[in-house]
């Protein structure tokens, strides 16, 4: 059986300091990708320079166009069947591909494998994330929408990639979300594997450090998502946007907070669920303001635990 060509794309910027880390990364790698391509999404440190020295395949971009704008840059330049979408400072399994490989066959357009979160500064470890494949089977829209796919967990089919439309160039937080519900959205078909198979550093450096601007990027994403009921169940949207409406308040957003919240409310949410029988006394009564601080004060409950 021909094994299929696979790219690496590495969306640069300002990324001069994790350029040695990453050739290290991308020489271990066995098998290899048959490319390894970067973009300079208008860097102003020496991230050009470096990567050249470091023998790396750089593609400068005239402006900076953000993550999504580099990735679909890159997603254009290559010319391989399977792609795979690396930060400079993430790291991947030495045997990514070996490990990968055998589920990107015919019946599969998406390969998910679970990632470790860590401290950058540390390395202490904060999060696995993993993915069902179970739900991604049933109905990867929805599964996509409920869990969103960060993008150094998978492995595309760049047909597919690109007619999914690639990635929105509007917001520079949970555009890699919203790529994987839109191939979802395209039909992708989804495997997921649990093998932790990519480490992400998090740091408080970019858009991504920033988690109040995240999570207004989340919901601008989730009130597109209407378009998909009929397709998903009106539950995993509502869940979704209670939550992101949660993380909104705790971050201090209280205006957008309500927003998502009152979303939520005009979808048929009736209020968090609760065996307790003065919160469903309480909950019963038909007031959003209330049925808002129930939850918020639950959320709140469950984070402490």
């Not at 990324?15 to 860097?43: C, G, T």
């Not at 990027?217 to 009921?229: A, D, I, S, V």
């Not at 968090?272 to 129930?294: D, F, Q, T, Y």
């Amino acid at each position: 059986m021909r094994k299929p060509t696979t790219a690496l794309l590495i969306p640069c910027y300002n990324a001069e300091k994790y350029l040695d880390n990453l050739r290290k990364q991308v020489d271990a790698l066995n098998p290899a990708f048959d490319e390894v391509l970067l973009v300079d999404d208008a860097s102003t440190d020496g991230t050009m320079a470096r990567a050249r020295e470091l023998g790396f395949a750089i593609h400068p971009l005239p402006n900076n166009r953000g993550p999504g704008g580099a990735r679909n840059a890159l997603l254009q330049m290559a010319t391989t069947e399977w792609v795979h979408f690396l930060d400079a400072d993430d790291e991947l399994a030495t045997d990514y591909l070996a490990q990968v490989l055998p589920h990107a066959n015919e019946a599969t357009d998406v390969v998910l494998s679970a990632c470790d979160f860590l401290g950058a500064a540390d390395r202490k470890f904060w999060v696995r994330w993993t993915y069902d494949n179970e739900k991604f089977r049933d109905n990867a829209l929805a599964a996509a929408i409920a869990t969103p796919v960060f993008l150094h967990c998978t492995f595309i089919r760049r047909s597919k990639a690109l007619e999914a439309g690639g990635f929105d160039e509007v917001h520079r937080c949970f555009e890699d979300g919203d790529f994987h519900v839109r191939l979802a959205a395209a039909g992708a078909r989804f495997a997921c594997i649990p093998d932790v198979l990519s480490v992400s550093l998090r740091h408080s450096e970019g858009s991504g450090g920033n988690e109040l601007y995240c999570a207004q990027c989340r919901l601008e994403f989730l009130k597109e998502y209407g378009k998909y009921l009929g397709r998903i169940p009106a539950d995993v949207l509502t869940g979704a946007l209670v939550n992101c409406g949660a993380r909104l308040h705790q971050k201090g957003d209280v205006r957008a907070s309500r927003g998502a919240f009152d979303l939520a409310f005009d979808l048929g949410w009736k209020g968090a669920e609760s065996g307790k029988l003065l919160l469903r006394a309480a909950n019963a009564i038909p007031s959003r303001a209330l049925k808002r601080s129930l939850f918020l004060a639950q959320h709140e409950v469950r984070n402490k635990e």
